[in-house]
């Protein structure tokens, strides 16, 4: 059990990576192109001690900003009216519970002989969020770079895992890359840009320390602790354990390298390679591939296939199965990962495992319409927030789920009775987005045409069971009531050929 978690927040942590490498895949099939990063010497690869550092709150000033150019590629969307940022100050953090290391609750402000880059803010600097991570909630900032010997680098994966020890719930948000945040002591930018800016420039707490209080000011939540991780050591760690079964409902299809040895700077060298749909075995690199590509889709979709990993990471190390890979993992972990997490720190967290399921993780996403794209004034692609929204996403996402709760009592059994292999488990990972737990039985038949939810609740409650049809996007003729109060569960999902897997998670949310 000691060995679980104490991979478990690292293992998070692990997939970050992926989000991050540079982009040599062709940008469409007919017409392939291939980029070619030139990096510039950074002066660390190894984030130092992070010191909790609270906001200082500077009033900017007005001039030219420095971006960080790198194209997204998504369309425009249309932008909203913006609404103000709650016009509140940042207040002292409290201490969070399991006597992890957390901010001292004192406001400390940068030391007087500390002078920023002359680089300032322009006009329309928002208003700092108020602090709106409580003393019962442990976060950990997840990012993923490319810290290779002699190269710059930034954090262009950013997760926040909040974790809730009372209510045993995990909540996990993607932060895009193009987020246009208020970075401390600096000005507007990328929020990519904060934490090598915080390297290169001796921030307190370095680039640990800009990045979180960047995140603090711009979102309320106070970071906790921090993890980042470079790519190679994802691969090795996939491959340690054996590979990882990804549920994908929806088949992905990007360029790929035909294999990781080869040249990227050759068009032969790479093919459009499709994943899923259905329960896919990936080893290092495919995981990484997987959660990483986006020429073919967008940062926003990448933040989904990210989660995806992530979830299914959760499920393999709480499996019985991954103790024995333990001792060859750990090397892995303790060369790639940089956290100020300790060993004993992650043992106490171990503990915990047992009251977790993939059904208390709720996955959140920083995009539209909460956010909406733009340009800078240097002509930079950026994401803007629309304040009220925001508020609440972060509201939603630090907030304990009533509905989580209720339907940890709801059991819903999933047998797979179509002639496509793998949709039970796809069916399951789909409920376990909107927090109902599930199991997985046989069916007497891979020969049903039609799916049917059988309702054997004695109370037949129509609201949830409209709720459990909604989720599978199934509609009332698929529901046969038969009240049996001696079931072991309260609903069984029998998947017909006419069941579609591919859902999107956004929304499924409770």
Same mark, same amino acid.
């Given at each position: ?13 692990? %997939? ?32 130092? =001690?992070?010191?909790? #550092?609270? $906001? ?7 001039? +030219? $900003?420095?971006?960080?150019?790198e194209p997204s590629g998504e369309d425009l969307l249309p932008s909203p009216t913006l609404t103000p940022f709650p016009a509140v100050t940042v207040g002292p953090s409290p201490t969070a519970?399991?006597?992890?290391? @957390? ?11 500390? @002078? ?25 900032? %997840?990012?993923?770079?490319d810290l290779r010997p002699g190269s710059s680098f930034r954090t262009d994966t950013i997760v926040i895992a909040a974790l809730r020890p009372k209510s045993g719930q995990i909540s996990l ?14 000005? *507007? &930018? ?5 934490? #090598? ?7 307190? !707490?370095? /680039? ?33 354990? /054996? ?10 299809? +990007? ?27 990936? +080893? ?51 060369? @790639?990962?940089?956290? +100020?997490?300790?060993?004993? &720190? *992650? ?6 495992? =047992? ?58 059994? $999933?047998?797979? /009775? ?5 949709w039970d488990a796809l069916a399951a990972s789909r409920l376990a987005y909107a927090g109902f737990e599930t199991s997985l039985a046989p069916a007497d038949s891979q020969g049903y045409d ?8 004695? !109370? #037949? ?14 509609? /009332? ?10 079931? #072991? ?11 579609? =897997? ?7 949310? =409770?």
């Amino acid at each position: 059990m000691k060995a679980r978690l104490c991979c478990l927040l690292t293992f998070l942590a692990l %997939l970050m990576t992926a989000c991050n490498l540079p982009s040599g895949t062709p940008e469409s099939a007919s017409q392939p192109q291939f980029v070619v990063v030139t990096r510039v010497p950074n002066p660390t690869t190894t984030p130092t =001690p992070f010191r909790p #550092q609270q $906001v200082s709150q500077a009033s900017p000033t007005r001039g +030219d $900003v420095t971006v960080f150019e790198e194209p997204s590629g998504e369309d425009l969307l249309p932008s909203p009216t913006l609404t103000p940022f709650p016009a509140v100050t940042v207040g002292p953090s409290p201490t969070a519970t399991l006597n992890l290391p @957390t901010p001292d609750g004192t406001q400390s402000l940068l030391p007087e002989n500390w @002078t920023p880059p002359n680089i300032y803010a322009p006009a329309g600097v928002p208003t700092a969020f108020p602090l709106m991570t409580d003393s019962d909630t442990v976060t950990f900032l %997840l990012l993923g770079s490319d810290l290779r010997p002699g190269s710059s680098f930034r954090t262009d994966t950013i997760v926040i895992a909040a974790l809730r020890p009372k209510s045993g719930q995990i909540s996990l948000l993607s932060i895009p890359r193009d987020f246009w945040v208020y970075i401390p002591e600096w000005g *507007m &930018n990328k929020v990519n840009t904060a934490y #090598q800016h915080g390297e290169l420039y001796n921030y307190p !707490g370095k /680039g640990p320390g800009l990045l979180k209080d960047t995140l603090l000011y711009n979102l309320g939540i106070r970071i906790d602790h921090v993890a980042m991780v470079d790519f190679d050591g994802f691969r090795r760690v996939v491959d340690t354990l /054996g590979g990882v079964d990804v549920p994908i409902a929806c088949a992905y299809t +990007d360029w790929r390298l035909i294999d990781p040895s080869l040249n990227p700077n050759y068009e032969a060298n790479w093919h459009l390679y499709t994943a899923g749909p259905g329960l896919v075995h990936m +080893d290092g690199d495919l995981a990484l591939w997987y959660a990483r590509s986006r020429m073919r889709s967008s940062d926003f979709d990448r933040g989904r296939r990210q989660q995806e990993v992530l979830r299914a990471l959760f499920n393999q190390i709480l499996s019985s199965d991954t103790l024995a890979k333990i001792p060859a993992l750990y090397n892995d972990i303790t060369s @790639t990962v940089a956290t +100020d997490l300790t060993l004993g &720190n *992650m043992i106490q967290l171990a503990w915990m495992a =047992p009251q977790f399921t993939s059904a208390d993780v709720r996955s959140y996403y920083l995009k539209p319409p909460i956010v909406y794209s733009t340009f800078s004034d240097g002509g930079a692609y950026i994401l803007i927030p629309n304040g009220d929204q925001l508020y609440n996403l972060v509201q939603r996402f630090l907030t304990d789920s009533p509905q989580v709760e209720a339907r940890e009592s709801v059991k819903v059994e $999933v047998r797979n /009775g179509s002639s496509y292999a793998d949709w039970d488990a796809l069916a399951a990972s789909r409920l376990a987005y909107a927090g109902f737990e599930t199991s997985l039985a046989p069916a007497d038949s891979q020969g049903y045409d039609q799916t049917l939810l059988y309702d054997f609740t004695a !109370g #037949q409650d129509n609201e949830q069971v409209q709720l459990l049809l909604a989720v599978l996007g199934l509609n /009332g003729s698929a529901l046969v009531s038969v009240p049996n109060s001696e079931s #072991q569960v309260s609903y069984v999902l029998l998947l017909g050929n006419d069941y579609k =897997p591919c859902f999107n998670p956004d929304g499924m949310t =409770p």
